[in-house]
């Protein structure tokens, strides 16, 4: 079954510490994003890669890295620059056919806490 | 630039009544317009999305969205609400062309809660 795969589902870090969310996709997409997700807030872009070895900073880049070494992964890390790492982070993918038109698809996400 | 205002974080209904969920945008260009839908600790999944054909867009579960560009408005119905539609659902705006290229502008979510 095609999909995106996210882990781990819950993860406890503690303060200062850096930490890594795992995003995989076998829908053989160009495009994939990380989002953030807090309560009453929908959701909020972090980073997005149109195509390998490329991404770009969304709206809430601060404290976060990105890497896209792979078409399939695109991992998030959370350093300890970022001041409020609580959140659900959500993985996406889309074709990237280069239209607006493209629709998003969306890992089960992650639940970071930081302890 | 572009937004997305859901009007109401928390709506409920009873089971077998309309579902009514509001959602306004407001872009400088030709919006493309989706709906998606999450379960408690889970992803989004798309509902469905407007993107200039029709007005009316039917989506999965019987729900559909009318885009009105007069008000700026693209809100989802269903007839019926069956008590598996209970989740959060999320309004979300694109640009068609331009420089916002894959980026989703989201609306804060509304909480939908189906009565027995």
């Known amino acids: 079954d095609g999909g995106i795969t996210q882990s781990p589902k819950y993860l406890f870090r503690k303060e200062g510490q850096n930490v890594t969310l795992s995003c995989e996709q076998n829908?053989?997409?160009?495009?994939m994003y990380w989002y953030r997700q807090d309560p009453g807030q929908g959701l909020r872009l972090i980073y997005y890669s149109q195509i390998v070895n490329d991404f770009q900073k969304g709206d809430i880049a601060e404290g976060y890295s990105v890497s896209r070494e792979k078409k399939e992964s695109f991992p998030l890390t959370v350093t300890s620059a970022q001041k409020n790492p609580t959140a659900f982070y959500l993985c996406?993918?889309?074709?990237?056919?280069?239209?607006?038109?493209?629709?998003?698809?969306f890992g089960p996400g992650t639940r970071l806490t930081v302890l | 630039a572009q937004s997305v205002t859901q009007l109401g974080s928390h709506v409920s209904v009873s089971e077998g009544a309309l579902v009514l969920l509001r959602c306004n945008y407001s872009s400088s260009v030709p919006p493309y317009l989706f709906w998606y839908v999450q379960y408690p600790n889970q992803g989004l999944q798309l509902l469905l999305k407007y993107t200039s054909a029709a007005t009316l867009v039917k989506g999965i579960n019987d729900f559909e969205a009318e885009f009105k560009k007069s008000e700026t408005s693209f809100h989802l119905t269903k007839p019926s609400a069956h008590m598996s539609d209970a989740a959060e659902y999320f309004c979300?705006?694109?640009?068609?062309?331009?420089?916002?290229?894959?980026?989703?502008?989201f609306g804060q979510g509304t909480i939908l809660t189906v009565h027995p």
């Open positions: 996406a993918s889309s074709k990237g056919s280069g239209t607006s038109t493209d629709t998003q698809y």
């Open positions: 979300a705006v694109t640009n068609a062309g331009g420089t916002s290229y894959g980026k989703l502008t």
């Open positions: 829908l053989n997409h160009d495009a």
